[in-house]
């Protein structure tokens, strides 16, 4: 096997020192030749993914967060490149997904078990993404918690809660399975995965291989009403509120009033004001647990907290 590791050192908020030669140190007695890069700006990851798909290499490792693993994939669709995923990032989104313990130490035993298993992708006007496609307040949020200077949840809360003091639903026109809606919605999240990252279900029976993209409206709410859909989002309960519609499908077009912030993988991009969407099956190969775990309200983001403070633990306690 021969393998790109591709590091982002700024991503996150944990040392990446001795990152690198741990993967090549558990790689190298596999028969892996790992080479290592790293990026230095926006746009790099996807451009060292792709020279590694044109040199035949059998895989492409991840170490990044959101970012980086998003701009890594988008070269990989397609290809017979592997991509593998080493979570250095906060939210961590596609990894929690596909089962992939939320630590760059603990994902790459991932890669040295399984093998790797072929899972959907999606497109916006053309723009490829993994996770989530949202409009309406959590683009809004993400542009705020982007504009930030520092990370971290307690960022993204304050981002939460300053954008909600003034937002003001819009309205949207959808098309999808052949019928046109108009809402007027808090926000509409086009999802290939079940989650935003950090345990937030926006779509908790989402399949990323089922060829099929899970779409949840948000209606306006009071704002009593509105904190219970943040609650649930946490719970995994979200599909159980009445201010949610939820449907599937292959393919769908929204409409909106004018251009504006939406994100892609919760990364804030200006987008027209006609967004078509495209279900691509089977198109990225990624070493991942082979199935899905089925999300349980309270239970499943219960394991996942408890997971989440063991890793904290564990990194108190490691040596690089």
Not at 171 to 192: D, P, S, W
Not at 202 to 217: C, E, H, K, Q, Y
Request: glycine share 8%.
């Amino acid at each position: 096997m021969k393998a790109r590791l591709i590091i982002n050192p700024i991503s996150g908020t944990h040392s990446k020192a001795g990152l690198a030669a741990n993967v090549v140190d558990s790689l190298s007695p596999l028969g892996w030749d790992v080479e290592t890069v790293h990026t230095r700006c926006s746009g790099d990851a996807t451009r060292l993914a792709l020279e590694a798909v044109a040199a035949g290499y059998d895989a492409v490792l991840a170490a990044g967060g959101d970012g980086t693993v998003n701009e890594t994939a988008i070269a990989l669709c397609g290809s017979e490149t592997a991509l593998g995923i080493l979570p250095c990032g906060s939210g961590n989104g596609l990894a929690r997904h596909l089962g992939i313990p939320v630590d760059a130490r603990e994902g790459l035993k991932i890669i040295m078990s399984e093998t790797p298993r072929h899972i959907d992708y999606a497109t916006v006007n053309d723009r490829k993404f993994f996770c989530t496609f949202g409009v309406g307040f959590d683009a809004a949020v993400s542009d705020a918690f982007a504009r930030k200077k520092s990370r971290g949840k307690l960022k993204y809360i304050q981002s939460t809660f300053e954008t909600y003091a003034h937002y003001e639903p819009e309205l949207y026109r959808i098309t999808a399975n052949g019928k046109t809606m108009t809402e007027k919605a808090f926000l509409i999240a086009v999802c290939n995965a079940s989650q935003y990252g950090n345990n937030a279900y926006i779509a908790p029976s989402a399949s990323i291989d089922d060829g099929m993209l899970d779409v949840t409206v948000i209606h306006a709410g009071n704002p009593f009403s509105t904190a219970l859909v943040g609650f649930d989002l946490l719970a995994g309960m979200i599909e159980h509120n009445v201010l949610i519609r939820q449907f599937r499908t292959s393919a769908l077009t929204i409409e909106r009033t004018m251009k504006g912030i939406a994100h892609i993988d919760g990364e804030p991009v200006e987008m027209p004001s006609r967004l078509e969407f495209a279900c691509h099956p089977s198109l990225l190969k990624v070493f991942a647990p082979k199935s899905e775990k089925e999300i349980k309200p309270f239970i499943t983001p219960a394991a996942s907290m408890l997971a989440d403070f063991k890793l904290a633990v564990n990194r108190v306690f490691q040596k690089d």
